[in-house]
């Protein structure tokens, strides 16, 4: 899916739905789906035992109403849906499907050794995609450089458990000035205040985490550790609750989901693609009967050097090297 919605071809080249909208029948590419001399390719088989044996792939599929994966042939593949889907499900576009090809054009991710992406700018770097408003600026006094936005991609929220004692006066009755001012005053990348967001609203109807929560007894705003945006929301509100003593509190990566499960925290600042291919594999992890607050948008910018190759961004925000058949939402 491109930035607008628009399906493109991909590991599948044709897709259709029968007459009931339930059966969606994906058509592997020939270059794709038959045995080479250089080894396996892709078939429907081996794709549909990728997707059941990766636990993500499996729970986003559930997660959106597939009841079946059957392969017909080496090409086609059969996706059964529980309702029907009239157009292109997104799921078909969720990157936990995505599989590897060998013979796609791809960007090479690096990092300069020093970590400061300004040494990838002078550096020769064909592509940075950046958050950082001071190296949007510095890139912009460099010649030969096209920076452009992409779209707004993640949805920053606050998760407060069951039994949670609540913020006091952090969150305003007037939410909407209460995050827009987040948005212009916090956070130190390009944000707006949160628009309504179905897949939130989808989510407080997916069923409950089988996990067991305790009453939230800690004082702490908890929030990833490597996410900036969120460290910057969660000290904002850790400011405005004043005299209630909270505590702002990373968590590592290995650490977070456990807490999170036992709604072991006053609050949670997390974030979530902006558009979801499937709401209830998002919000799985989540504390049962929890409140959500949605907060902000955030988008980041991408620094591209003249004479890259064309670049196509995705319904998620991702850049990729655009294919012979993208046709559509590439960058110049």
């Not at 038959?34 to 549909?48: D, K, M, N």
């Not at 995050?179 to 409950?208: E, H």
């Not at 995705?314 to 990729?320: C, L, Q």
Request: hydrophobic share 45%; with cysteine; proline share 8%.
């Amino acid at each position: 899916m491109d930035c607008e919605d628009r399906p493109l071809p991909g590991l599948a080249d044709r897709w259709s739905v029968d007459t009931s909208g339930k059966f969606w029948t994906l058509e592997l590419s020939a270059g794709h789906a038959t045995p080479a001399t250089t080894g396996e390719r892709w078939t429907a088989a081996t794709l549909a035992a990728a997707w059941r044996s990766d636990p993500d792939a499996d729970l986003t599929l559930r997660s959106v109403g597939v009841e079946s994966v059957l392969p017909l042939d080496d090409r086609r593949l059969v996706v059964g849906f529980a309702v029907p889907q009239r157009a292109v499900p997104r799921v078909f576009a969720s990157r936990t499907l995505a599989v590897a090809l060998s013979d796609s054009s791809t960007l090479m991710v690096e990092s300069p050794a020093s970590g400061d992406l300004r040494d990838a700018v002078d550096g020769g770097v064909d592509v940075v995609e950046t958050g950082n408003p001071d190296l949007l600026e510095y890139a912009g006094s460099r010649p030969g450089l096209h920076l452009a936005a992409l779209p707004w991609s993640r949805l920053y929220f606050l998760l407060l458990p069951k039994g949670s004692a609540g913020l006091g006066d952090a969150i305003p009755e007037d939410t909407a000035a209460f995050t827009a001012a987040l948005a212009r005053n916090a956070v130190r990348t390009d944000a707006r205040a949160a628009g309504p967001s179905s897949w939130i609203d989808s989510a407080a109807r997916c069923p409950a985490s089988a996990v067991p929560t305790r009453s939230a007894t800690s004082n702490s705003v908890v929030y990833p550790a490597t996410d900036g945006t969120a460290r910057e929301v969660a000290e904002r509100v850790v400011a405005l609750a004043g005299p209630l003593g909270l505590v702002a509190r990373p968590l590592a990566a290995d650490s977070l989901p456990a807490a999170l499960r036992r709604g072991d925290a006053r609050a949670f600042v997390l974030s979530a693609p902006r558009t979801a291919a499937g709401p209830c594999a998002e919000s799985s992890r989540w504390p049962a009967g929890g409140v959500v607050v949605a907060l902000l948008e955030t988008r980041r910018h991408v620094i591209v050097r003249r004479g890259t190759p064309r670049l196509m961004v995705e319904w998620d925000g991702a850049v990729r090297v655009a294919q012979p058949g993208d046709t559509v939402g590439a960058a110049p």
